[in-house]
């Protein structure tokens, strides 16, 4: 008997110990706290704009977090699975689709309608778009990006062009000239990572592909409009205007230096490494510049990126969150942040600060970001890309496959990751 | 001691008791492990992924899909021949680099072998993940130590954990000098467990110590060498941490391990059934070797 | 002679290598930015700071993680040696139903990797409210087989004249574990709670899955995911993997006889 005594002292000693743990975890105070997760350097910085948040907003307190890049999506979902999103977060735009069909974050339009600082007409509409699921708004943009061509200009006056190409033509014409400029030598054209997939979908955009098909429920890489954008990515490969294999590039802004290659697809992200590595008399031999489009009648399109605020849909504070989602949206506050972190502003008008509008690089940026489209907005479409189109990239570009084969395999295997969601949908 | 133990039956009291005080531990391993495991075994038939994580109702079972899937990927093969690899390259070379210390270390000739013995064992007990970030930059092709000592001998600069070919073979020299000196303990208990006089006839018999070393060492160590081969093995079989803090499983999807593909497949695409079944399949190879190097070891016997 | 020489400088050298790694480590820790990227490298600071430390517990809030290491490896450590220790002196001492097949079973499963257990014990965790909570780290590891494995072997070896005297003066089963078995176990008990301490300290993959907030992680997942963002800042990065090494080294350090015992125990009682 008295065992059992003993025992559940100790029972009621080590379950005391636990509530302890957990209960200094939690502090109490009447303000309101908000919970607010960052990403990376953004989460890092952020900090520094919420004294004014909270003087402009007594009673409201912002807890900031930052959550590293690296493994974003995995915590955040977690997270979600856990019920401990936070009030407000940082969400990549591709991500919205998920959260949105996990019913994780809450549709804003009620919140938009009475707004006086957020209106869609002060954002470029790509990138709003991506925030917008059957006519319902799931996040505001709050930084954005997309890819434009950066290119050395030196190189392109060598090769006999005084100005970036216009078409796929020109640049296919330009890359075979810069490649017999350096005739004997192991030096490329351009680089096309087979590790990056959004130089192929951005290709495929621009040639008017339907990536996928039937309300997203189907794969179409094997359309026509896909298969010649994704043939004239591959011929790249096979005429050796770009190298082959990731590991031969570790260091992108080195061989931009070195001119192993003389044009690479990037995004804003990127400007300051460029600058760091083009120094002494490179400084000003490179530029960038809008994407060129598959013929002379057709803009070249590039991906909507960037990250936009979303509030959770489990979130008790969500007038707050709302607030503060406000505040960063202000184009003095989004100036600040660009000026902490470079992180291109959502808000237009925001672009006509000296220090975006007087800067060199950015026009291309700005150029293109009239002409951003969203990828398909499904749960699956990370998965898609990055565990399947990229293999099969790779497998083409090693010519391992045809370029036919490639595709009708990437189809079936997307089509395999889609069964899902056609089970969802006929649900 | 069975005498003793049936003495102590005599007193009825014992059997209620030791319910007890078996009931917290067999609780929960029975709940937090047996229970998860044949759950596990269940998830696997069923295609439980994001939206079955927002509802259950989203959830089906697809018989053996998930398995089917599974070897018709390629990347599930990639991982698994890198796991291989790894496994069948690092483990006999580990085996071999602690046989080599314990026996230096049991050499009678040495004195101080605490010392050394310390310093050959404190990688093991170090955190793997702080190690693992040591190295990357000790491998770092342009300013690690690594590049820099070879350059002496003329060689030059590697991207170890960035080149196809080197990545996997950068991980089993830290994984080796990582985990050598755990075996080497071992090895040294076993040499100890060696009766002298064995080695003494040998020396009437006129043996000299590489024949003593395979006619006596060899054989009675055998024992130690398959428990030590199969722990091994087991432990390389769940390669993660290296690779995803050094690699992240690339180059080219060089260093991607099974563990790492489940982790990626469950906690990164939450295709959770799918992710099961890849634990499961590890789960049976795991087996499979531990059998067969126990029939090895029966059979050589 | 000439043989020792070279024994003993191989002995040396070899020793000197297993260590250069955590030599580096120490030593860029306490370098300025930038200091560690060099070439030829630096094996010295020029001056010793401890700006990185710094850093560490003053921006990135590292003081956080290490409490939750700390007290997660402690936590566990006492709850497991507890449980491990009763389920294991009675399967030394009591002789009931199964319990030959009971143990043999929970032997051989030992073989069953814990990555199968992962996917389930996460969504069991998740409906419990448990996911991101000490409670993640902890209730995993309440009891563990190859901790039971251990006392029992160890508590075989206890008399049982001993338990028979304390029955006979009335001891109740509870006092008996108390008062003889703990204390006579306390060897292999402590050695078992290096094992465990270390275990959980060190642990990585279930840590990285089931806690999803900064403030929650343990050091090694903190440190994986600095290393996410600081790749280009080895001073950072050594100066938490100091952090996270250096006391599990103490512990060892303090106790490695015990330890090395443990490994032995394990090793040849096969």
């Known amino acids: 008997m008295e065992s059992s005594i003993i025992k559940m002292k100790l029972f009621k000693s080590i379950i005391g110990l636990f509530v302890f743990v957990n209960l200094s975890c939690s502090e109490s105070s009447k303000e309101i706290v908000i919970d607010f997760w960052g990403l990376g350097s953004e989460g890092e910085f952020v900090k520094l704009l919420i004294p004014k948040f909270e003087a402009e907003n007594p009673g409201i307190k912002v807890k900031v977090q930052m959550a590293p890049w690296t493994a974003a999506q995995e915590k955040l979902i977690s997270a979600f699975a856990s019920d401990n999103l936070p009030d407000v977060f940082q969400l990549g735009n591709t991500w919205i689709p998920q959260f949105a069909q996990l019913d994780g974050i809450s549709e804003l339009s009620e919140f938009i309608h009475s707004s006086k600082i957020i209106n869609k007409e002060n954002y470029f509409s790509g990138i709003w778009d991506t925030n917008v699921l059957d006519s319902l708004v799931f996040g505001i943009p709050w930084y954005i990006d997309t890819r434009v061509l950066f290119y050395r200009k030196d190189v392109f006056e060598k090769a006999g062009f005084t100005s970036p190409p216009k078409t796929w033509n020109e640049l296919y014409k330009l890359s075979k000239k810069i490649k017999a400029n350096h005739k004997g030598e192991e030096k490329y054209a351009i680089f096309i990572a087979t590790n990056e997939w959004a130089n192929f979908i951005i290709f495929g955009l621009q040639n008017g592909a339907e990536i996928l098909k039937n309300n997203n429920t189907y794969a179409n890489f094997s359309s026509d409009k896909f298969t010649e954008a994704f043939s004239y990515l591959v011929n790249y490969y096979k005429e050796k205007l770009t190298p082959l294999g990731v590991s031969q590039v570790t260091n992108v802004y080195q061989a931009f230096a070195e001119e192993y290659f003389s044009m690479y697809i990037s995004g804003p992200w990127n400007i300051n490494e460029f600058k760091k590595w083009m120094t002494g008399s490179l400084q000003d031999k490179w530029s960038t510049a809008a994407l060129p489009g598959p013929n002379e009648n057709i803009k070249g399109v590039s991906l909507a990126g960037g990250s936009s605020l979303v509030i959770s849909q489990k979130s008790k504070h969500k007038k707050e969150a709302w607030k503060l989602i406000e505040y960063l949206s202000k184009p003095e506050t989004q100036i600040e942040f660009y000026h902490l972190v470079n992180d291109l502003p959502a808000v237009k008008e925001a672009w006509k600060d000296s220090s975006l509008s007087n800067n060199i690089y950015m026009k291309a940026f700005y150029e293109q970001f009239n002409y951003v489209v969203a990828t398909p907005k499904i749960p699956e479409w990370e998965q898609i890309v990055f565990s399947k189109l990229q293999q099969y990239v790779e497998l083409a570009a090693r010519n391992v496959l045809t370029v036919k084969e490639a595709l009708k395999k990437l189809d079936d295997d997307v089509n395999v990751i889609l069964e899902k969601r056609r089970w969802m949908l006929s649900k | ?301 | 002679m000439f043989k020792k020489v070279i024994l003993y400088s191989f002995l040396i050298l070899t020793g000197l290598m297993t260590l250069a790694p955590f030599i580096w480590m120490l030593s860029a820790s306490f370098m300025y930015d930038g200091h560690a990227s060099t070439y030829p490298p630096r094996f010295f600071p020029d001056e010793i700071t401890f700006y990185q430390f710094d850093n560490l517990f003053s921006r990135l809030n590292v003081a956080r993680n290490f409490l939750n290491s700390l007290v997660l490896s402690i936590v566990v450590t006492v709850i497991s040696l507890f449980f491990n220790s009763m389920a294991g002196y009675a399967f030394a001492k009591y002789r009931f139903a199964g319990r030959e097949k009971l143990f043999k079973l929970l032997l051989s499963s030992m073989i069953i990797p814990a990555q199968v257990t992962m996917l389930p014990l996460f969504l069991m965790l998740k409906e419990m409210g448990f996911i991101n909570t000490y409670m993640a780290i902890i209730i995993p590891g309440l009891a563990n087989i190859f901790g039971i494995f251990l006392i029992r072997q160890y508590a075989m070896s206890i008399p049982d004249s001993l338990i028979e005297s304390a029955r006979m003066d009335g001891a109740t089963d509870f006092q008996i574990y108390r008062l003889i078995i703990l204390p006579l176990c306390v060897p292999i008990l402590v050695t078992l709670a290096i094992f465990t301490f270390m275990g959980t300290w060190n642990d990585f993959l279930w840590p990285l899955i089931s806690l999803t907030d900064n403030s929650m992680y343990t050091l090694p997942v903190a440190l994986a995911n600095l290393m996410g963002e600081h790749t280009k800042d080895p001073e950072l990065m050594m100066a938490g993997s100091v952090i996270t090494i250096i006391p599990i080294l103490i512990v060892f350090l303090v106790l490695q006889k015990y330890y090395i015992k443990g490994i032995m125990l394990g090793g040849v009682k096969e």
Do not use: C
């Open chain 2, 1 to 301: 001691m069975k005498n003793a133990e049936s003495k102590l039956d005599k007193y009825k009291t014992g059997v209620s008791a030791a319910y007890l005080f078996l009931a917290p531990a067999l609780v929960s391993i029975l709940v937090f492990f047996f229970i998860p495991v044949i759950s596990a075994f269940i998830i696997s038939f069923t295609d439980f992924d994001i939206y079955s994580l927002g509802s259950y109702s989203n959830l089906r079972f697809i018989g053996l899909k998930n398995y089917i899937d599974l070897f018709n990927n390629p990347l599930f093969w990639t991982s698994l021949k890198n796991t291989f690899y790894f496994v069948l390259v690092a483990s006999p070379l580990s085996i071999f680099v602690s046989l080599g210390a314990a026996l230096l270390l049991n050499s009678k000739l040495v004195r101080f072998k605490a010392i050394f013995r310390l310093a050959y064992f404190i990688p093991v007990v170090t955190t793997l993940v702080a190690v693992a970030i040591i190295w990357r930059f000790i491998y770092h092709p342009r300013f690690g130590i690594l590049n820099y000592l070879l350059s002496f001998a003329g060689i030059n600069p590697i991207d170890w954990l960035g080149d196809p070919f080197w990545a996997m073979p950068s991980i089993i020299l830290m994984s080796i000098w990582k985990n050598f000196g755990y075996n080497m303990i071992i090895f040294i208990a076993g040499l100890q467990n060696i009766p002298e006089h064995l080695y003494e006839a040998a020396v009437l018999e006129g043996a000299n110590g590489w024949q003593q070393f395979k006619k006596i060492t060899l054989p009675m160590l055998a024992p130690t060498t398959v428990f030590i081969s199969i722990i091994t093995m087991i432990g390389n079989f769940q390669l993660f941490a290296e690779p995803y803090v050094m690699t992240q499983g690339g180059p080219l999807n060089k260093t991607l391990s099974v563990v790492q593909y489940m982790y990626q497949e469950g906690f990164r695409w939450w295709n959770m059934g799918y992710s099961a079944s890849i634990a499961f399949v590890l789960f049976i190879i795991i087996f499979a070797g531990t059998m067969l190097q126990l029939k090895i070891q029966k059979h050589s016997a």
